[in-house]
């Protein structure tokens, strides 16, 4: 069951790249959740690089941006030093952030099961989903536009 704008945002303890647990509910202000398939493929460093090179307007819409993914924390970490990433990557290694999120495929490319999709959910500061968007194609970028909209709407 996909998660709805007004939903309460389900809570969730990850794990970041220096491998401390980070909880969605200890986070102030606006939080920006981008769900994504894999790290170090094409889609998903276009879309994390299209964040880092204008990090600059969420944190100016006062946003917490974080990536997701079921990669593991180290991957996750080379990843982020290697494209020079300006936010924080968090591993869903046992997949139950994105499941939650209703942003997990079954079966992805190459018989991989659980998967996260590409997924963008804007938390207010309330934890409640101000928007939300679940792309079934993992070839789809996230409408980076009406994430800003709906961040400047709070």
Request: aromatic share 12%; charged share 20%.
């Amino acid at each position: 069951m996909a998660l709805q704008v007004g939903d309460k945002a389900p809570d969730f303890t990850l794990i970041n790249t220096q491998k401390e647990e980070v909880t969605l509910s200890n986070q102030e202000g606006p939080v920006v959740l981008l769900f994504f398939p894999m790290a170090f493929t094409g889609v998903c460093t276009t879309e994390l690089c299209t964040i880092r090179d204008d990090y600059s307007s969420y944190n100016d819409l006062k946003a917490i941006v974080f990536g997701i993914s079921v990669d593991s924390p180290f991957s996750l970490g080379k990843f982020k030093e290697e494209q020079n990433l300006n936010f924080e990557l968090l591993s869903d290694f046992n997949k139950t952030a994105s499941a939650a999120y209703g942003a997990l495929y079954e079966d992805f490319v190459l018989g991989l099961k659980g998967v996260s999709k590409r997924s963008a959910f804007v938390v207010d500061g309330n934890g409640i989903i101000q928007y939300a968007e679940v792309l079934e194609s993992a070839g789809d970028l996230p409408n980076f536009t009406a994430i800003k909209q709906a961040l400047q709407e709070l």
